[in-house]
């Protein structure tokens, strides 16, 4: 099971061409990315490569089904 970060997106400034490796776990200090604390579980971070520097959203709750973009879903919870 994910943890839920929180029941809402992470808005992040990112970079074109730059990689971002989006927490799927739920269990990283620094959301919306991994920072480790994902190896006591079977989780892995997802990369996500910025095709253009834009503010993008980034699912926090960890149950949308269009990873690491937010689609909603945390409206259900
Ligand atoms: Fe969640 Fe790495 S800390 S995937
Ligand atoms: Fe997870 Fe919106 S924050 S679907």
């Known amino acids: 099971m994910t943890t839920i970060a ?3 997106p992470y808005g992040v ?3 074109a061409g730059k990689s971002y ?3 799927s776990c739920g269990l990283s200090k620094n ?3 991994c920072d480790g604390s ?3 579980t079977h989780f892995m ?3 996500y490569k910025a095709e253009k520097s834009e503010k993008v959203w980034l699912c926090g709750c960890k149950q949308t ?3 690491p973009a937010c689609d909603g ?3 259900q919870l």
Request: with cysteine; charged share 35%; proline share 12%.
């Open 13 to 15: 400034d990112v970079e």
């Open 6 to 8: 929180q029941k809402a």
């Open 45 to 47: 971070p997802l990369e």
């Open 38 to 40: 994902h190896k006591p």
């Open 21 to 23: 490796w989006w927490c």
């Open 31 to 33: 959301q919306p990315f």
């Open 73 to 75: 879903s945390h409206k």
């Open 65 to 67: 089904s269009r990873k």
